[in-house]
T-cell receptor, first 112, second 118 residues
Framework: NAGVTQTPKFRVLKTGQSMTLLCAQD?????MYWYRQDPGMGLRLIHY???????AKGEVPDGYNVSRLKKQNFLLGLESAAPSQTSVYFC???????????FGPGTRLTVL | AQKVTQAQTEISVVEKEDVTLDCVYE???????LFWYKQPPSGELVFLIR??????QNEISGRYSWNFQKSTSSFNFTITASQVVDSAVYFC???????????????FGTGTLLAVQP
């Protein structure tokens, strides 16, 4: 039981490049989330999904897109990376709306 | 609007001291959940506790205890006899009910960095 995994762990991009972060969970959770963590700002929700095939915007969605084609996977895409997107990205999942969220190990992204 | 405030940015204590981390929240919902997460230097986020708005009983788990007071909108976290391994960033979070249905979106505080010196 791996829990929540994220790929890759580290990445360096140049401004304007695109990439996709992959999140996978093996706990059969319906709900999945993408957060970014910046110094002094805690974690902020980018997008979330309440089930396969559904996504919704969070607090800071601009510049990101997501897809949830399979229940166990939640992809976060950056179409044209900007230095402001340099951050640590965390994926999380939860069984229900009242349960705690389980977090992946994070992806450290640097955009030059 | 929902908001979580952790006014203590950094706290430094000496091992075996007790320390309390403050958390104050704002919400219009009558049903909500409060959480504490620990982020050690390795970076992962570790769930510590969940508390719903209808349960104001304090909770103790080993050296950890939590004091939930709706009257002051606070959910404070105390570590008794702190240890070096307790050094981490601690986040308080509030679950928000989305309009039309609950999604368990977490609103995080900015975190408190706890440094326990040997």
């Amino acid at each position: 039981n791996a829990g929540v995994t994220q790929t890759p762990k580290f990445r360096v991009l140049k401004t304007g490049q695109s990439m996709t972060l992959l999140c996978a969970q093996d706990m059969n959770h319906e709900y999945m989330y993408w957060y970014r963590q910046d110094p002094g700002m805690g974690l902020r929700l980018i997008h979330y999904s309440v089930g396969e095939g559904t996504t919704a915007k969070g607090e800071v969605p601009d510049g990101y897109n997501v897809s949830r084609l399979k229940k166990q996977n939640f992809l976060l895409g950056l179409e044209s990376a900007a230095p402001s997107q340099t951050s640590v990205y965390f994926c999380a999942s939860s069984y229900s709306v009242t349960n705690e969220q389980f977090f992946g190990p994070g992806t450290r992204l640097t955009v030059l | 609007a929902q908001k979580v405030t952790q006014a203590q940015t950094e706290i430094s204590v000496v091992e075996k001291e007790d320390v309390t981390l403050d958390c104050v929240y704002e919400t219009r919902d009558t049903t909500y959940y409060l959480f504490w997460y620990k982020q050690p230097p390795s970076g992962e986020l570790v769930f510590l506790i969940r508390r719903n708005s209808f349960d104001e009983q304090n909770e103790i788990s080993g050296r950890y205890s939590w004091n939930f007071q709706k009257s002051t909108s606070s959910f404070n976290f105390t570590i008794t006899a702190s240890q070096v391994v307790d050094s981490a960033v601690y986040f308080c979070a509030l679950s928000e009910a989305d309009y039309g249905g609950a999604t368990n979106k977490l609103i995080f505080g900015t975190g408190t960095l706890l440094a326990v010196q040997p």
